[in-house]
């Protein structure tokens, strides 16, 4: 009672306090105190931390708590609250204490009502968590104290209020002035936000060079993101000296510890000189070693500069192995030292010779020279793809038929092209178009060959066949769904904590992102999407089928999917290292469905940011070579990434879209359906949308697409688990089904009138990463 009576004091006080803003409303009831939490919101605390871990946190908690408590002896009263803060951060991320809410909350208060900004801070986060309006308009009461109290966060919170009218009637003058004064106390995100609106289209000349010299001054300090803000700000500008300023604050970008950022100056050396130019190499290199050196994704340029030397000299000796990786190295668009007509002479002389592996690669060289009409040799192509596919490389069959089959860059010929698909149709797990063009031939040819039987022949099944198949599955589904309701409980962590003579109790679960609402999608209505699928035991968890649902993954190329960045990491594992598989082809996870493979990279978009999911798309490559296949399975199919330009794809408001995944029914179930499920959706308006992600800088602006529930009865959103899958758009010209997006995250799975979002593709930070790993031809 008297930690209320004292919080409620001293938001009396706060409320008196003129830094705080006034309010258009009364205040809400600051209570109960602790609240009762949703079960997700932060991540659970791992349950099978390392011991030594363990011991480290529980050290560090103790000194906390002995702190707080004033049990030290020493120390200010300031030292004290600043404990108190701390401890409470313990228990709300669970290191070194039982993770619990409800205790921090109270931590978090004694703190505030001490005079920590810190507490007040961290009081506002953990209140927002409530998903109460009121609730949240109590958090920004709280920022401000912060923010009165010296924590610069605490005024980026306030600004943003101020800005959108929580406390009253939007002010965007008390905002900027609260943004400047920020600013000036040396808040990094504060002078961002101010330069990213002094700097916009609309904005006069002396704002924008007001702008441009905050940046200037940010980055200079240090300030990474400053820097990229900058560097993005002049690339997007045509004055005479806009290609000087985006090199210079590339460049100190790359100083302050931005990977991509080195990665492209290194490429802009290269590319403004020749590549066996020395000097030029070795300027290079110490942009390309510093990428590695920031970010283990970004070491393979250096790897290739340095390889390429070696590599040409064994394979002019006549050593095949070498002119096929040099070949390769060359031909990879993302590689530095790309040469794409020496690649075709180094890959096309191993064809020559014998080295079947090089064919293929010197066949898509080939083909992406015709398709961008710089030569045709259909000759030379059909050799390479002959050889190829008579090496046993299915893939390459299918291609060389689908060529042969449409006359397309080779003669047509509809008999060879037969004879390609009967293996590929039989065999294949890509099959569907293979088997379509065998029935239509076979319909129109007497003497074309005969397509083996498969399950989808058959009498029809008798009532009682009907019946008792019916029956199985009601009783299947009876079982699963008590199966998974078990496993959701193992998902999930209670706590209980004794605090000052009161017991608290918390529970969180592991979040897994799901389609809520919406249909049941017909086998083979979406063959695209894909899953990512955990591994039986990862670490200490044991996993039951209900459990191994990750994220969702769109098939975009022939072993590449499309996903969600914050997806490739499952517990602190690596998706590519911890045994986690692809599936597709499947409608009910919890059955052996479908075909899986080995994951063989994973490939986080380069300016990922965790804590507010900008750029959280990223590429996985699974090894179609080592595939398995489970009872049954529907032939998976590619879907075409959005070929449009960002300027070009103009997203209206209400345009409607589709979404997939294995998602609950209802907010708050739990319950994995067993079968793939579809959602009709609208898109928001560009404004809306970027007031909720709020990424106005020049960089991530418009990287975010929003869409929530139509009204129809099969509309649904997209919430906890479905990550990474795609959202797709049926509304060109052609009604060919396109990805424009890539599930990232929703907010009470659109019941709360917050719209999920959705990564862009064809934002131009996308665009060109995708270019670094998928050849034009595959991104058709």
């Known amino acids: 009672m008297a930690i209320r009576l004292l919080s409620l004091l001293a938001l009396l006080i706060a409320l008196a306090s003129p830094a705080t803003p006034a309010w258009a409303n009364p205040v809400p009831a600051d209570l109960p105190v602790p609240r009762v939490y949703p079960t997700k919101g932060i991540p659970r605390a791992d349950p099978a931390k390392p011991a030594e871990q363990r011991a480290r946190e529980e050290a560090q908690a103790d000194t906390y708590e002995i702190a707080c408590t004033g049990r030290a002896g020493a120390g200010t009263r300031a030292d004290r609250w600043a404990a108190c803060a701390d401890l409470g951060r313990a228990y709300y991320l669970g290191e070194g204490r039982p993770q619990n809410r409800p205790v921090a909350e109270l931590l978090f208060r004694r703190a505030c009502d001490g005079g920590s900004g810190a507490g007040c801070f961290d009081l506002g986060t953990v209140l927002e968590e409530t998903e109460s309006d009121d609730d949240k308009l109590l958090a920004n009461l709280f920022y401000a104290r912060a923010c009165t109290l010296g924590m610069l966060n605490g005024c980026d919170a306030e ?65 990474m993101k400053a820097c990229e803000d900058a560097a993005a700000h002049w690339y997007r500008l045509i004055e005479y000296d806009s290609a000087a300023r985006f090199a210079e604050y590339q460049q100190l970008a790359c100083a302050a510890g931005s990977a991509q950022s080195c990665d492209e100056r290194g490429r802009a050396v290269l590319n403004d000189a020749y590549l066996r130019d020395e000097p030029v190499r070795a300027a290079a290199l110490q942009y390309f070693d510093r990428a590695c050196m920031l970010d283990e994704y970004s070491c393979s340029p250096a790897a290739h500069i340095r390889a390429e030397p070696l590599l040409t000299v064994q394979c002019d000796s006549g050593d095949q192995t070498s002119c096929l990786t040099l070949g ?28 079947t592996k090089a064919c293929w690669p010197a066949a898509r060289l080939l083909i992406d020279q015709s398709r961008a009409n710089i030569a045709s040799d259909p000759a030379r192509l059909q050799f390479y793809l002959d050889r190829s596919c008579a090496s046993g490389e299915r893939a390459v069959c299918e291609t060389l038929a689908d060529l042969l089959a449409k006359g397309d860059l080779l003669q047509q010929d509809e008999a060879a092209a037969a004879t390609l698909y009967l293996d590929i149709c039989e065999n294949a797990v890509f099959s569907g178009k293979a088997c379509d063009f065998l029935k239509d031939y076979g319909a129109r040819n007497a003497a074309a060959p ?78 695209w999407q894909a899953l990512l699928w955990r591994p039986p035991v990862l670490g200490q968890e044991t996993y039951v089928p209900a459990q191994r649902v990750l994220c969702g993954g769109t098939v975009i190329s022939e072993g590449w999917i499309l996903t969600a960045a914050h997806c490739l990491t499952d517990q602190d594992f690596s998706i590519d290292k911890a045994g986690h598989r692809v599936r597709l082809g499947l409608s009910n996870p919890l059955t052996d469905e479908g075909f899986s493979y080995p994951i063989l990279r994973a490939i ?34 590619r879907v075409r990434l959005d070929p449009l330009p960002l300027e070009q794809r103009k997203l209206e408001a209400l345009e409607p879209v589709m979404t997939y995944g294995w998602g609950v029914t209802k907010v708050g179930t739990g319950l994995i359906p067993d079968h793939l499920r579809g959602a009709r959706l609208r898109l928001r308006d560009r404004t809306s949308c970027t007031n909720q992600t709020k990424l106005r800088d020049s960089k991530r602006r418009d990287s975010v697409v929003c869409a929530d529930q139509s009204r129809a009865e099969d509309g649904g959103q997209a919430c906890d688990g479905d990550s990474g899958g795609p959202l797709i758009s049926f509304g060109d010209v052609d009604k060919v089904p396109t990805v424009i997006g890539v599930v990232s995250g929703g907010k009470d799975c659109g019941t709360a009138d917050k719209p999920s979002r959705y990564i862009r593709v064809a934002h131009p930070k996308v665009r060109q990463w995708l270019a670094q790993y998928l050849p034009i031809s595959r991104m058709r």
């Open 159 to 223: 600004a943003d209020a101020l800005a959108f009218g929580t406390f009253a009637e939007p002010d965007l003058q008390a905002a900027d002035a609260l943004r400047r004064a920020t600013c000036e106390r040396g808040g990094q995100a504060a002078c961002r936000t101010l330069a990213a609106l002094l700097i916009g289209p609309d904005s006069s000349r002396a704002q924008q060079d007001e702008g441009r010299a905050l940046l200037d001054r940010q980055c200079r300090a240090g300030d």
């Open 328 to 355: 390769q190295m060359l031909a990879d668009a993302a590689s530095p030292v790309a040469d794409k007509m020496r690649a075709l002479a180094v890959l096309g002389a191993g064809c020559d010779a014998g080295a």
């Open 450 to 527: 005969l397509v083996l039987a498969k399950a989808n022949f058959g009498p029809d099944l008798t009532p009682e066949e009907v019946e008792q198949e019916a029956e199985r599955e009601r009783q299947l589904a009876e079982q699963r769904k008590k199966e998974i309701q078990e496993d959701y409980k193992r998902a999930c962590t209670t706590t209980t904590v004794v605090f000052e003579g009161q017991s608290y109790s918390d529970t969180l679960c592991v979040p897994v992102v799901r389609v809520i609402r919406g249909f049941t999608v017909t086998r083979g209505e979406a063959p």
């Open 604 to 637: 986080p978009h380069p300016d990922y940011d965790r804590e507010v999911l900008a750029f959280d798309i990223a590429l996985v490559q699974f090894d179609t070579r080592r595939g398995t296949r489970g009872r049954k399975a529907t032939p998976p199919a």
